[in-house]
């Protein structure tokens, strides 16, 4: 399967590899065919004893100089390519992605938008830089972000930033082109599901999705009907399936943890021994959004709080003794804390224009520097 190249550093690098290519190839073929001239020129039926060459001045000196020139022209045809990939233009937008056992989080400190997934992840405009800052949390490993229809890819490295970024091709109005997400580096035993993928749409197309996602985070919810298992709200979010694309690699399917997976520190959820925040549902909420710090649980603000809420019930699912009952104070902590009720950040929502505005903006502001 031949990809095409969507970018100017995707271009660059395919321009890169085909010179190289018909370089090794050539060397290749003028080799074989002098080794096959010589092997029957001089064979042992026609040539029993052969004259001893002791030196040829002009030969030895093309034999280091050419080879040379070969090298040092091949190495300037890679660096231009890399050069460019490591020249952000100062135009650029910003997206902090975070590689995890065993899934992509994305953040735009522009937008105060996350997400995550091994479905529609990342999307991005069209004709617009993306800087992306790449890491792990501390106790993760390795990962290697990988666009591979961009010839993109960098190292996430616990605990630790890195970065590289991508001015995609402009996509036809309407048709939002989705591209694969991989890991390329081996990150344990479910390295091969670290899939997302990214969606490429035009600006405007853009701004209205910061728009959707800003006026669903500030959705106000009604606790009471959260807090209820069976509640439509909460069916309509389908914990099971959040479930399985977020926690079954650790927690294991019958959520028993390190007794069902090699994560040691994994939670058992079928007892209440040992929990770090409280076996409220309440404390298994916060969890879910903010993670629990110095270990591989990880935070999920890329989920809604309708379906962190969700995810809740299924979790606390798994115990099947009497449990612990949230009272009024926990409902007002959580609502405080994560502004459930009454979502604070209402004035934050931004309009398609005020979403292109800030792009323009940026534009603007790196052609004046």
Same mark, same amino acid.
């Given at each position: 399967?031949?990809?095409?190249?969507?970018?100017?550093?995707?271009?660059?690098?395919?321009?890169?590899?085909?010179?190289?290519?018909?370089?090794?190839?050539?060397?290749?073929?003028?080799?074989?065919?002098?080794?096959?001239?010589?092997?029957?020129?001089?064979?042992?039926?026609?040539?029993?004893?052969?004259?001893? +060459?002791?030196?040829?001045?002009?030969?030895?000196?093309?034999?280091?100089?050419?080879?040379?020139?070969?090298?040092?022209?091949?190495?300037?045809?890679?660096?231009?390519?890399?050069?460019?990939?490591?020249?952000?233009?100062?135009?650029?937008?910003?997206?902090?992605?975070?590689?995890?056992?065993?899934?992509?989080?994305?953040?735009?400190?522009?937008?105060? +938008?996350?997400?995550?997934?091994?479905?529609?992840?990342?999307?991005?405009?069209?004709?617009? !830089?993306?800087?992306?800052?790449?890491?792990?949390?501390? $106790?993760?490993?390795?990962?290697?972000?990988?666009?591979?229809?961009?010839?993109?890819?960098?190292?996430?490295?616990?605990?630790?930033?890195?970065?590289?970024?991508?001015? #995609?091709?402009?996509?036809?109005?309407?048709?939002?082109?989705?591209?694969?997400?991989?890991? !390329?580096?081996?990150? =344990?035993?479910?390295?091969?599901?670290?899939?997302? $993928?990214?969606?490429?749409? /035009?600006?405007?197309?853009?701004?209205?999705?910061?728009?959707?996602? @800003?006026?669903?985070? @500030?959705?106000? +919810?009604?606790?009471?009907?959260?807090?209820?298992?069976?509640?439509?709200?909460?069916? #309509?979010? @389908? *914990?099971?399936?959040?479930?399985?694309?977020?926690?079954?690699?650790?927690? =294991?399917?019958?959520?028993? =943890?390190?007794?069902?997976?090699?994560?040691?520190?994994?939670?058992?959820?079928?007892?209440?021994?040992?929990?770090?925040? *409280? /076996?409220?549902?309440?404390?298994?909420?916060? $969890?879910?959004?903010? *993670?629990?710090? *110095?270990?591989?649980?990880?935070?999920?603000?890329?989920?809604?709080?309708?379906?962190?809420? #969700?995810?809740?019930?299924?979790? !606390?699912?798994?115990?099947?003794?009497?449990?612990?009952?949230? @009272?009024?104070?926990?409902?007002?902590?959580?609502?405080?804390?994560?502004?459930?009720?009454?979502?604070?950040?209402?004035?934050?929502?931004?309009?398609?224009?005020?979403?292109?505005?800030?792009?323009?903006?940026?534009?603007?502001?790196?052609?004046?520097?």
């Amino acid at each position: 399967m031949i990809l095409l190249a969507l970018s100017d550093v995707a271009r660059e690098v395919d321009h890169a590899f085909k010179i190289i290519g018909w370089i090794c190839l050539l060397l290749l073929v003028g080799i074989v065919i002098f080794m096959l001239k010589y092997t029957i020129q001089y064979r042992r039926s026609r040539t029993p004893r052969t004259s001893q +060459i002791h030196g040829h001045p002009f030969l030895e000196t093309m034999w280091i100089v050419a080879p040379t020139i070969i090298v040092i022209y091949m190495f300037f045809v890679g660096y231009k390519g890399f050069k460019m990939m490591r020249e952000v233009p100062d135009n650029h937008m910003v997206v902090e992605v975070t590689g995890k056992q065993w899934d992509w989080s994305f953040y735009y400190p522009d937008f105060d +938008i996350t997400t995550s997934g091994r479905g529609d992840a990342l999307t991005l405009p069209g004709g617009k !830089a993306v800087k992306f800052l790449l890491t792990s949390p501390e $106790t993760d490993v390795l990962h290697s972000f990988y666009l591979p229809d961009f010839r993109i890819k960098e190292d996430c490295v616990a605990g630790r930033e890195s970065y590289m970024w991508l001015e #995609a091709d402009m996509p036809e109005p309407g048709t939002k082109k989705k591209y694969n997400i991989f890991c !390329a580096e081996f990150c =344990g035993k479910d390295h091969s599901s670290m899939i997302s $993928t990214m969606t490429l749409v /035009t600006p405007e197309e853009f701004s209205q999705w910061v728009v959707d996602k @800003n006026e669903e985070k @500030n959705t106000p +919810i009604v606790i009471e009907e959260a807090m209820d298992a069976s509640s439509d709200l909460i069916l #309509a979010e @389908n *914990g099971p399936v959040l479930y399985k694309t977020y926690c079954i690699t650790c927690h =294991g399917p019958n959520g028993r =943890g390190e007794n069902e997976t090699t994560t040691e520190l994994a939670r058992d959820f079928t007892s209440l021994e040992k929990w770090k925040q *409280g /076996t409220k549902n309440s404390d298994i909420f916060r $969890t879910i959004s903010n *993670g629990i710090p *110095g270990t591989q649980m990880n935070a999920f603000p890329q989920l809604s709080k309708i379906q962190r809420f #969700a995810l809740m019930h299924h979790v !606390a699912d798994y115990y099947k003794g009497e449990h612990p009952v949230d @009272n009024d104070d926990d409902l007002a902590s959580i609502d405080e804390e994560f502004h459930i009720r009454n979502p604070e950040p209402l004035k934050d929502i931004l309009t398609v224009e005020q979403a292109m505005s800030i792009l323009a903006q940026q534009d603007l502001q790196s052609r004046a520097e």
